[in-house]
């Protein structure tokens, strides 16, 4: 049954209408900020997967100011990426496009396997990105990333080569700085120096601003700072190094008490990482009430992709040997399976109404979103979601489709979630993709393609149609061209798994 919403309070001051799992809080949204148009952040926070935040059921106290935040203001239960790692998934959040429609990732050759290298494309100069949109809507705009798919060539290092052809996704920020790998505490710090910078320029009275910050503590090597290194879990100072990077990833000695340790080691690491973030996020949210700032603004909690345990390593092992690397159940970027796709997503802020949202939404439906709340036009057509925050407040949400595809090894993948299943199609030889039940199977552990090929064919029919219209709706776009990355970038980019 479609779940009932809560109406703004200004539209209905009398009878609120509430979310299924609502809680019957009073609905505090509908309020304008103060000085007229808001301030934008976003907490883009790499690698993080929705069902390790206390919001979303986990048994860990790894996020409770990310909870309360969550508690005020409107959470969606089903957020899908787009793709399950960062360069594609970045492209399609940042255009509210398809990655195929840009041709962000790596590109397929030879029937459809896609070849490893240093090749990497990202968001084209024709597609018009969401720092664009709000440079133009007089907005001041920044990125502070730790991740170099975000950088412009002005963050490369003194010395290097500058190629002026990057990953396109500086595009429209007024100011990029690049931090790489750093911590929520770098991080949230040079936020605060930037605020403080635009501020006084401005006399405290100038332009808001949209701000977008790309968080790495999740992103392997995983390296949390203690007292947060030993939170969930006791650790040998000797063996921190040991979880860093990913042991068993040829899948393995998956059966053996070695592997188990390790493995309740890794994901410690990873929630302690998410706790000391969790900590940080809560000093930068009293540094913005202190300067009279947290009233005024929205804030953004989402993902560009989660990651892998070994949830699927045996499957995999089994059935995705195309992948070509012997990595297997862990890290990000090969599959599509919920590890990967699934991803919170937390508004907060003036004009956005309370509650929890059960209906599936996309991470493209994110810029909309933030155009809408701050009052910038979209030209119509331009983009592929949906403003989900209006819809939500006008009663008028409903469960989107959703599709996403890999771009970066092995044989193309592509998905669809629709209608309480969701299919992964595979393009190779020998093999057509597998069908999972959702409500029935929520951790996507039985395929049940060969019990159901009529759902099986429907779907992968749809996903076929789905591309082949969505590819005409931009037929004038130019594809992206392949970054041409200095070596100090390829050298991190390997650090990080994403060359080799």
Not at 377 to 401: F, N, Q, W, Y
Not at 412 to 441: C, H, N, T
């Amino acid at each position: 049954m479609r779940t009932m919403f809560l109406r703004c309070a200004l539209l209905a001051a009398a009878a609120a209408v509430f979310s299924l799992g609502c809680g019957g809080r009073e609905d505090a949204s509908g309020k304008p900020p103060r000085s007229g148009r808001p301030n934008v952040i976003v907490v883009l926070v790499d690698t993080l997967r929705k069902d390790h935040l206390g919001c979303y059921g986990y048994r860990r106290d790894t996020s409770p100011f990310i909870d309360r935040l969550a508690g005020e203001g409107l959470l969606f239960e089903n957020a899908v990426s787009q793709a399950p790692w960062t360069a594609p998934s970045m492209a399609s959040m940042f255009s509210s496009r398809y990655p195929f429609q840009l041709g962000a990732g790596v590109k397929y050759e030879h029937g459809g396997k896609a070849v490893r290298g240093d090749k990497v494309h990202g968001l084209p100069a024709g597609a018009a990105s969401i720092a664009e949109v709000f440079h133009d809507g007089g907005y001041a705009t920044a990125c502070i990333t730790g991740n170099p798919f975000l950088k412009g060539t002005e963050g490369e290092k003194k010395g290097d080569k500058h190629y002026g052809k990057d990953f396109g996704m500086s595009r429209g920020f007024d100011k990029t700085r690049y931090i790489y790998f750093a911590k929520a505490d770098k991080m949230f710090g040079a936020a605060r120096e930037y605020i403080d910078g635009l501020r006084a320029d401005t006399g405290g009275q100038g332009r808001p601003f949209f701000l977008h910050l790309q968080m790495m503590d999740l992103h392997s090597p995983t390296s949390p700072p203690a007292p947060f290194d030993s939170k969930f879990m006791p650790l040998d100072p000797s063996k921190k190094k040991l979880y860093y990077d990913w042991k068993y990833s040829d899948g393995k000695g998956l059966g053996t008490a070695g592997f188990r340790d390790f493995r309740d080691h890794k994901v410690s690491f990873y929630d302690g990482g998410l706790a000391f973030l969790d900590s940080e996020l809560a000093k930068f949210v009293d540094y913005l009430k202190k300067g009279g700032l947290y009233e005024d603004t929205v804030i953004v909690i989402a993902s560009d992709h989660g990651e892998e345990f070994w949830e699927h390593a045996v499957f995999e092992t089994k059935y995705m040997r195309d992948l070509g690397d012997d990595y297997y159940g862990c890290d990000h970027g090969r599959t599509l399976f919920r590890e990967l796709l699934d991803v919170p997503l937390i508004f907060h802020g003036p004009g956005v109404p309370a509650g929890r949202v059960r209906d599936q939404v996309r991470n493209i439906d994110i810029m909309p979103s933030l155009l809408g709340l701050a009052g910038l036009p979209v030209k119509p057509g331009s983009l592929e979601g949906t403003d989900i925050v209006s819809a939500v407040r006008d009663g008028a949400i409903k469960d989107m489709p959703a599709f996403s595809e890999q771009v970066v090894a092995g044989f193309e993948k592509k998905s669809i979630q629709s209608g309480g299943y969701k299919y992964i199609m595979v393009v190779s030889p020998g093999r057509d993709g597998f069908l999972y039940d959702k409500a029935g199977d929520p951790m996507e552990a039985d395929d049940i393609s060969s019990r159901r090929p009529d759902m099986a064919r429907k779907l992968r029919s749809e996903i076929e149609a789905f591309v082949m219209e969505k590819e005409k709706s931009v037929s004038g776009l130019k594809k992206a061209e392949a970054a041409e990355m200095s070596e100090a970038t390829k050298k991190q980019l390997k650090a990080l798994g994403y060359l080799h």
